[in-house]
């Protein structure tokens, strides 16, 4: 008769599944204060916005979808709100991804009723663009020329006060852009090169260990990591929001996780040490 | 999570939260609830990039300026894009070989041009002070020469082993050789060990987004 196995081994993933929701959900009902280390490339990124000059604009770049918006709405949600309590007017821009700009437009939309944001004034919708390199290199040139209309109105950029000033990427003063996907390459590539605009980037964790070679290199002034760096900047800016209360489960779930693979190992190393004992 | 005018509408809540549930279904065991949600959200993503792409860039970028503002030279880029389609014809399919040799070249040009500005400043960055003087302490930092230096030592360290590693063009018999590729390629195990965590920690962000919004949209609880 073949061996069963070590009774670890023979958990049933249902019952792994089930601990895993349990986790979640107890650790949003009780919110534990588990301490929270503000990272140096999240402090890099709030302080970018937190000195980026009042008269200059802030170009907010989003290629999230509903896939994502777990990591990415609340990274683009704290930075928004960041802007929007020093007042400093902001353009959103959306690549790749078709839902992006309306999600981030929802976004922007929500934040913009609380702190009394007008549209047109005091921000812009650039609106969707599938080319992210070739709209990159005509915003270099000349913004208006490459985008000509807003998202919203479809009316000529020039004629919204938000836009005065601005000629090209030069005339900003930082370019954050919020990602689900690799396209920091294109901006680093065709643009940080161009102009003294600080460059932050917001990920999905699954892509931010690979940007600490352009973090190292200066490429990327400061970085979000996840819904992590999310938190971060939300204990920055002295609020407590969602993304605190979500640090929680996400910790209380990577232990578990920690927990089941020390178990799993262990029921693997007592299965092959019973085989050799019989 | 404040996502009131996503969420606003009963409809949508009650949409959105059946659609969850359908998708976490697939835990248990797969079923057909699941696959027709599965085909809803691939259909509803397909379909609304079509409708973004038109309202977005054709309709303003391409359609206004020719029909409306009688902008002629917009309808060679139609003529162009067309070529691609000549791909299912077996007479005309080298024509499309036109515009998929202009494209590959316009990506050509804009790879010589990243690659220079991606890489070469941390090619730069790479060559690190292993001798440390105070006056190469940023201000306010509170780092030491001795930390910055152990620090660039290992980064140095870990680069030349993990480059080592990478040297496929003869074999590593030499002794020195080979245990720095074996260093190496036990660096980029931590590495992706590193990218194994954070996708975890992604993969329960989006959980915990889902559940939150069960609990707090849906069901109202918090």
Redesign the interface.
Known sequence: MSNPGHPLTRINR?WL?GA??AI??I???VPIPLPLAVSPEATRFYEAIESAPKDKLVLVSTLW???????N??QT?VVLKHLMKRHIRFALIAFG???S???AQ?LA??QARIYKYEYGKDWINL????DI?GTL?GMVRDINETL??D?VN?RPLAEYPVMAGVRNVKDLSVIAEFSASGNY??W???V??STNAAFCYAP???M???LY??L????IRGML????GAAEYEQLLGEK??TTR?IT??SL??VL?FVLIGLGNYGMYATKKMEGNS | MDTASTWSHPIGVWFGAIGTLALFSLIYRENRVYRLFEHIFIGLAAGYLIKTTWTEVLGPQWFTPLFRDGQWPWALVAGFGLLFYTIFSKKHSWMSRIAIGTLMGFAAGQAFQTTASDYIPQIRRSFKPLYVTPEMIPTGSGLTTLGIGLNNLLFVFIMVTVLTYFFFSFEQKNKVVAASARTGRLMLMFAFGAIFGSTVMARMALLIDRVWFLMHNWLHLQ
């Open positions: 249902h599944y895993l929701l979640v959900v650790g949003l009902i979808s509903a896939s994502t918006q777990g990591e709405r609340p949600q991804d078709a839902q700009t309306t999600l929802e939309e929500e609106g969707f663009r599938q390199a290199k000509k209309t998202s479809r390459k294109s680093v590539g065709l940080v090169g999905t964790s699954v931010a260990p690979e070679t352009y190292d290199s200066g490429q990591f996840g819904i992590k929001g969602f979500a489960p996400v779930a990577l996780l």
